[in-house]
């Protein structure tokens, strides 16, 4: 299979998973989470580069151990998740930059780790992803009720006798795996906007929930292999091409609910619903 052929399938696979991963960043609000994760894991692939070894199992090894870090830090009193997401990203990157600085004959480079490149991406890879995304649809199709149920109704999910931290796990998981394999092809900085931006499109343009996984895979797909199309026929690079289309898309769907809203029929003013109860209460009072 081709370089060219290999990637396109990379993308349309990301573009597969920003459905469930994706979806689960946006509608639990975790993309800080995720940018945190993915520039974190940046010290995993120096490492592994050092030993020579495979980065995207380092990078997969250092999101585990930052996970567990998040999930200790925080348990701290009056410390919340984003604050901890902050620490660590800056820990993780700071980690990385220094590695990387002291080995500057990396076998690969550093820029690799933190853009990435669709067009170098290999069959591993792309088994890596394709495995990802079906280890997700299985796990997500047997928990989503109760992934609904906590999410949007955590206290209620509690009330019920149901414990949250096996669906924490499940959804951390689905995430932190989703950013690894992501790396490879768009590397730590655009990694989470290839998973981010058609959820974050797709939640803008439907009102339901169901609706968002599907559409959000379709305009992944639609964003990345568009993107390759423009690198390979203007010669930029395609894990920047990939990434401004996928905004773009995003930008564009709000445009869409914009035109939307500006020509939907207007609704009744405040005043006329409190009119109208005046003239019952009248009415009523006359009777």
């Given at each position: 299979?081709?370089?060219?052929?290999?990637?396109?399938?990379?993308?349309?696979?990301?573009?597969?998973?920003?459905?469930?991963?994706?979806?689960?960043i946006v509608l639990r609000r975790r993309s800080f989470f995720a940018v945190a994760l993915s520039h974190a894991t940046f010290p995993g692939g120096v490492v592994f580069a050092v030993l020579g070894w495979n980065l995207?199992?380092?990078?997969?090894?250092?999101?585990?151990?930052?996970?567990?870090?998040?999930t200790l830090l925080s348990r701290i009193p009056q410390q919340g998740r984003?604050?901890?997401s902050g620490v660590v990203l800056s820990f993780g990157f700071a980690l990385g930059t220094l590695l990387a600085s002291l080995n500057p004959g990396l076998g690969v480079p550093v820029e690799a780790l933190l853009v990435g490149s669709p067009l170098s991406v290999t069959g591993g890879d792309v088994a890596a992803t394709a495995g990802v995304l079906v280890a997700s649809a299985?796990?997500?199709?047997?928990?989503?009720?109760?992934?609904?149920?906590?999410?949007?109704?955590?206290v209620g999910f509690a009330a019920?006798?149901?414990?949250?931290?096996?669906?924490?796990?499940?959804?951390?998981g689905v995430i932190a795996a989703s950013v690894v394999v992501a790396m490879p092809a768009v590397g730590a900085i655009l990694g989470v906007?290839?998973?981010?931006?058609?959820?974050?499109?797709?939640?803008?343009?439907?009102?339901?929930?169901?609706?968002?996984?599907?559409?959000?895979?379709?305009?992944?797909?639609?964003?990345?292999?568009?993107?390759?199309?423009?690198?390979?026929?203007?010669?930029?690079?395609?894990?920047?091409?990939?990434?401004l289309v996928l905004t773009g898309l995003f930008v564009l769907a709000l445009a869409v609910r914009s035109l939307a809203r500006a020509f939907a029929l207007p609704r009744p003013p405040k005043f006329?619903?409190?009119d109208a109860k005046r003239r019952e209460d009248c009415d009523a009072a006359e009777a």
């Open positions: 299979m081709s370089y060219l052929a290999l990637a396109a399938l990379e993308l349309a696979l990301l573009g597969l998973l920003s459905g469930l991963a994706g979806t689960l995207l199992l380092g990078q997969a090894l250092f999101a585990l151990v930052l996970v567990l870090l998040m984003q604050v901890t299985l796990v997500l199709a047997a928990t989503r009720r109760s992934i609904l149920f906590h999410t949007f109704d955590p019920a006798g149901f414990r949250g931290w096996p669906i924490e796990l499940v959804v951390t906007a290839v998973l981010i931006a058609p959820a974050a499109a797709a939640r803008v343009l439907v009102g339901r929930i169901e609706w968002i996984p599907p559409l959000a895979a379709a305009i992944g797909v639609l964003g990345g292999l568009l993107g390759l199309w423009i690198s390979r026929e203007f010669g930029v690079a395609a894990g920047g091409s990939v990434g006329a619903t409190v």
